[in-house]
């Protein structure tokens, strides 16, 4: 997110389909950090691969922290196809990510939490306003334009 305010009322200039991906962990046992460091360490790694090839499908992401022991990722994907060939592509970050919590989990007696939430949002069916806010959210990864190009309520944005 950057930190420039943009001035005015902006809305995301993004149109299409969009498909919003929440995942997150919650830290059960905080002083048991065997079983829940890899887990937390395992998301910057495919984070980085995602962001670093625009062929992913991965438009971009927001980390939300929520307390010591709560951490969740925002991310908005071109696709829900493209999110579901990165999670069971065999080459990449998540794989093996993915079969190494799968153990953890097991042997863990509940010392981790996990979670996430897949939207698949079709075209016209969102909407979004920014005021006086640094660019966030699907406007960054979108781009914004002012809110009257595209109604000036948020009924006039939504074609659903």
């Not at 993004?14 to 919650?26: D, H, K, P, V, Y």
């Not at 309520?153 to 659903?160: D, G, I, S």
Request: aromatic share 10%.
């Amino acid at each position: 997110m950057s930190r420039k305010i943009v001035e005015g009322r902006m809305t995301a200039a993004a149109t299409g389909e969009i498909t919003l991906f929440l995942i997150g962990m919650r830290i059960n046992s905080f002083w048991r950090v065997r079983h829940w460091w890899p887990v937390l360490m395992a998301m910057p790694r495919m984070l980085r691969e995602l962001s670093a090839d625009p062929d992913s499908g991965m438009l971009g992401y927001r980390l939300l922290l929520g307390g010591p022991r709560f951490v969740q990722v925002v991310q908005y994907w071109s696709s829900h196809e493209r999110l579901l060939a990165y999670a069971s592509a065999p080459e990449g970050e998540h794989r093996p990510a993915w079969a190494a919590f799968n153990r953890r989990i097991r042997q863990g007696r509940g010392r981790v939490g996990f979670w996430h939430e897949t939207y698949v949002v079709p075209a016209g069916a969102h909407e979004s306003i920014y005021l006086n806010m640094p660019v966030g959210g699907l406007g960054a990864v979108g781009g914004v334009e002012p809110v009257a190009r595209r109604g000036e309520r948020a009924a006039q944005r939504l074609e659903v």
